[in-house]
């Protein structure tokens, strides 16, 4: 039976996986058993996706990524080098706690910048923006721009990547898609 997905040679693909066609897995990287990677995906160099990870469709994982048990993360997330996932919040080498896995769901659009860290059962919301080293110790809301040890929101962020600058009436206007969007109550929607 002929895939419909590339693997570089040097790729370890596990039992149990299933791979979405077009979907790029290059060097060094280890796909573990019963992970799901969705089409159009491009998985870098020297990747881990360990047990029953999710990955949607159109996902971007640079090199040097560790995606652990318990993360999901939605269609066209893009998940920037070296950055890493936790998946226990008190880890002790002589202590195992594989039931005590904490689950983190990346939403739809976010990007994850190099060398950022994201601390087990924090959900990254949809379009949300964590900037390069940054720790995220608590949940970022949609379409929030976070940096820093710990993070912090400093802003807010288009759809297409693009800072958001809200006038008096809360009304910001993304510059590449000129797309509206709201800020009310503290949270961003995006205006049809």
Not at 2 to 20: L, S, Y
Not at 22 to 31: A, C, Q, S
């Amino acid at each position: 039976m002929e895939k419909d997905f590339f693997a570089h040679e040097t790729a370890i693909i596990d039992e149990g996986c299933r791979i979405g066609k077009g979907t790029k897995i290059w060097h060094f990287t280890h796909v573990m058993s019963n992970s799901v990677i969705g089409e159009n995906c491009n998985i870098g160099q020297n990747v881990v996706i360990s047990p029953e990870v999710m990955l949607g469709n159109n996902v971007k994982v640079q090199n040097n990524v560790s995606i652990y048990t318990g993360v999901i993360c939605q269609d066209d997330v893009f998940l920037g080098p070296s950055m890493v996932f936790t998946n226990i919040i008190n880890p002790r080498s002589a202590i195992i706690r594989k039931e005590q896995y904490a689950k983190t769901l990346v939403r739809k659009g976010a990007s994850i910048g190099a060398n950022a860290t994201i601390v087990c059962g924090n959900d990254i919301g949809e379009y949300a923006f964590i900037g390069a080293g940054a720790v995220v110790t608590k949940a970022v809301p949609p379409f929030a721009l976070v940096v820093g040890n710990p993070a912090k929101q400093t802003g807010w962020m288009s759809e297409y990547g693009h800072r958001l600058h809200f006038d008096k009436n809360g009304i910001a206007v993304c510059p590449e898609s000129k797309v509206q969007y709201q800020l009310k109550d503290n949270k961003v929607t995006k205006l049809t």
